[in-house]
């Protein structure tokens, strides 16, 4: 009886711990007894006796052994689906992880940044340069890696810094012209990029002015405390055989004329560094010298001619001194027409003073042929500080003659002072 009830206790077991009815028909099978098993081939017979009808085939419960084999192989295609899954998640969160800031808790992450100038197309009131722009940082994540690539979307493989320029007019970064190096962690990008960055010049000091143009560089979104900004190696490189400026109508100005520096700005709550390169470029003035400036003393000397020729032909002495306005007025209408002269309109230059200065001693020499004529041909005119004195035209022209040449040498010499030596 005691191994009745265990036989009985054991197959319930079986049954609760059984997930598939397969197994569960099986186990019934092996406890039936021969009556049962006689009665089932009967109850068989007659069904197979009956005629046809549309009742469904009862399929047979396939042996144990397919089971298991069936859910083996179930279970490793779900094992190997999960590992797929979960390697491409992997990749995923790399790429992320590599696309994003090198977190260092200690400190914010150095990045170097180099300017090699290859052109400079025109300086005006932007300047337009072509250069490459190397950047260095160290990402801990990559320091097993030694790599290089180039062309297109090499920037796209791991975080790079975004870095901008401030004040820029544009920036134009050329395609297929950057690399990407990597030795152990140590990042190399260089990038070729054209820019227009405004520019300073001096309006009084037009044409022997100097020219500033700035090229500011910063981080657009990350603050001092995730990136520290600085210039590498000096900052700016040139070849000192670049001599295409000449062409565009500059120098540079002096043996600094490119310097670099960094200033900590605040902007809301955050702080940002930002790194300054300044390129100085002195104006040619030969060309101003040749076409302005000595037409219009030129110009000046040969009104005073008035004062040589003979008094009484006064039609001659006034033609020569309408012609010589006129051919000022001339001069001054082409020198608004300068190329460079449109962000000079707004104040009074150093070459508008000696065009205006030629002007006066011009009218000057058209004043005394005009006063010696009145005095000839009319009544004489006293002058003088409590004494009348009689002066006649005649030698009103001829001081003339030493006066007006010696103001106006005066007032050269005070003007190419002031320009060659401020």
């Known amino acids: 009886m005691t191994g009745l009830i265990l036989k009985i206790t054991f197959l319930m077991v079986i049954f609760n711990f059984c997930a598939s009815s397969d197994l ?38 396939p042996p144990t052994s397919t089971v298991k084999a069936v859910t083996e192989k179930v279970l490793e295609k779900a094992k190997n689906s999960q590992k797929q899954k979960s390697r491409k998640d992997k990749q995923k969160l790399i790429l992320e992880e590599t696309n994003t800031l090198p977190i260092n808790p200690k400190m914010p992450i150095n990045i170097g940044v180099r300017l090699v100038l290859e052109s400079i197309k025109s300086i005006d009131v932007d300047a337009f340069m072509d250069f490459y722009m190397e950047v260095t940082w160290y990402d801990h994540r990559e320091r097993n890696l030694t790599a290089f690539m180039s062309g297109k979307d090499t920037n796209k493989f791991c975080w790079m810094p975004d870095l901008y320029f401030l004040l820029a007019r544009s920036v134009n970064f050329i395609e297929n012209t950057q690399y990407l190096g990597i030795n152990k962690g140590e990042m190399l990008y260089d990038r070729k990029i054209s820019i227009k960055t405004p520019c300073v010049p001096d309006p009084f000091r037009y044409p022997f002015d100097t020219v500033t143009c700035t090229v500011l560089v910063s981080s657009y979104g990350y603050d001092e405390g995730s990136v520290r900004l600085f210039w590498k190696d000096g900052g700016l490189e040139f070849p000192e055989t670049y001599d295409q400026l000449e062409y565009i109508g500059f120098k540079w100005a002096g043996n600094h004329a490119m ?10 709550t955050y702080n940002y560094t930002i790194l300054m390169a300044t390129f100085q470029f002195q104006r040619l003035y030969s060309v101003y010298l040749y076409q302005i400036i000595i037409p219009a003393a030129i110009l ?8 040589w020729i003979n008094i009484n032909v006064t039609p001659a002495r006034v033609g020569i001194g309408v012609t010589a306005i ?17 962000y000079l309109t707004i104040r009074t ?41 009689k002066v006649s035209g005649k030698l009103m022209t001829v001081k003339s003659r030493s006066w007006v040449p010696l103001g106006f040498l005066m007032f050269n010499a005070a003007y190419w002072f002031y320009a060659f030596s401020v």
């Open 259 to 268: 310097f670099t520096g960094s200033e900590s700005v605040q902007y809301g």
């Open 349 to 389: 230059s150093l070459l508008d003073i000696y065009i205006w200065s030629c002007f006066l001693f011009v009218i000057l020499a058209y004043i005394e042929v005009s006063a010696s004529d009145y005095m000839i041909t009319g009544k004489p005119k006293t002058i003088g500080l409590g004494r009348e004195n």
């Open 300 to 307: 000046v000397i040969i009104s005073w001619t008035v004062f």
């Open 24 to 61: 569960a028909a099986t186990l019934y099978e092996l406890q039936k007894t021969p009556d049962d098993m006689k009665n089932d081939r009967m109850s068989a017979e007659e069904e197979a006796n009956q005629p046809t009808t549309d009742k469904p085939t009862t399929v047979p419960n």
């Open 326 to 342: 006129l051919s000022l007025l001339t001069l001054s209408t082409n020198r608004k027409h300068d190329a460079n002269s449109k």
